[in-house]
């Protein structure tokens, strides 16, 4: 089984996994990208799956669909490319000889969902579309921040070892306001240095891991005191979790 992030726009990845010439790809935004790789890696796609509604995951899965016959998944709440098959919380699909499960996170959308996966002899992947970035998480559109927080507290409980399969390039960036949230972690700030030296080489931060992101992300961190304090520097009000998670994400925002 083979993992590749497939770059698109300005700073969209298209996941694939692909194994025996047959592929899967994620959030296709865009046809294209993937059609060139499917036909450089003499690939047949068999399926997508896409994460929430916004354009740039979903724009290509209609040229993907009508070329190549594959069936595509998505949120039962969404509105989407219609012929989908809709997937509920803990409903599960059988793709490439693997079993997705299906995660409601909202708060980055209303009908976000992640798709999860055991993968045999190598690390779980899990593809998170935009609410769980590398040292960050995606913007509230639609969702509240307890939402949201509940959302990453799920993913969190995933397994340590699990490909965190992101949607964007966003690391390098929010890694700036992971340490400016938590200027003495050094797993962060050594985690830049491995960042910044993938960026400046052309290649992507992505896949991460669940256990790198719990030493990093200051949004799975809001139960620390490091990261609680901090944010009380700010926002003296910020209490309880919930509080103290809406309060980071406002400071992301006009970060
Ligand atoms: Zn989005
Ligand atoms: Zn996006």
């Known amino acids: 089984m083979k993992?590749?992030?497939?770059?698109?726009?300005?700073?969209?990845?298209?996941?694939?996994?692909?194994?025996?010439?047959?592929?899967?790809?994620v959030d296709p935004g865009?046809?294209?990208?993937?059609?060139?790789?499917?036909?450089?890696?003499?690939?047949?796609?068999?399926?997508?799956?896409?994460?929430?509604?916004?354009?740039?995951?979903?724009?290509?899965?209609?040229?993907?669909?009508?070329?190549?016959?594959?069936?595509?998944?998505?949120?039962?709440?969404?509105?989407?490319p219609e012929p989908l098959q809709r997937m509920a919380d803990g409903q599960t699909l059988g793709v490439l000889g693997l079993t997705f499960e299906v995660l409601h996170v909202p708060g980055h959308t209303a009908g976000h969902?992640?798709?999860?996966?055991?993968?045999?002899?190598?690390?779980?992947?899990?593809?998170?579309?935009?609410?769980?970035?590398?040292?960050?998480?995606?913007?509230?559109?639609?969702?509240?921040?307890?939402?949201?927080?509940?959302?990453?507290?799920?993913?969190a409980t995933l397994p340590a070892a699990t490909r965190v399969c992101c949607?964007?390039?966003?690391?390098?960036g929010s890694l700036q306001f992971a340490l400016a949230v938590e200027p003495d972690n050094a797993d962060t700030a050594a985690y830049q240095q491995r960042a910044q030296a993938l960026r400046q080489a052309h290649q992507p931060t992505l896949p991460s891991t669940l256990a790198l992101e719990r030493l990093v992300n200051p949004?799975?961190?809001?139960?620390?005191?490091?990261?609680?304090?901090?944010?009380?520097?700010?926002?003296?009000?910020?209490?309880?979790?919930?509080?103290v998670f809406a309060a980071l994400r406002a400071w992301k925002d006009q970060f």
């Open 167 to 172: 949607a964007h390039e966003y690391t390098l």
């Open 30 to 80: 865009d046809a294209q990208p993937v059609f060139k790789a499917l036909q450089s890696l003499g690939l047949t796609l068999e399926a997508i799956l896409v994460t929430h509604h916004h354009q740039d995951h979903t724009g290509g899965v209609a040229a993907l669909r009508q070329a190549t016959g594959a069936q595509v998944f998505g949120p039962c709440q969404e509105r989407m």
């Open 219 to 243: 949004f799975l961190r809001t139960h620390l005191p490091a990261v609680a304090h901090a944010v009380q520097q700010r926002s003296s009000h910020a209490h309880s979790p919930v509080d």
């Open 3 to 25: 993992l590749i992030p497939i770059p698109a726009f300005n700073d969209n990845y298209i996941w694939m996994l692909h194994h025996d010439q047959r592929a899967v790809v």
């Open 113 to 155: 969902v992640a798709y999860f996966a055991q993968v045999p002899n190598q690390s779980p992947v899990l593809f998170c579309g935009d609410t769980l970035f590398s040292a960050g998480c995606g913007r509230l559109f639609e969702g509240t921040p307890a939402q949201m927080l509940q959302s990453l507290t799920r993913l």
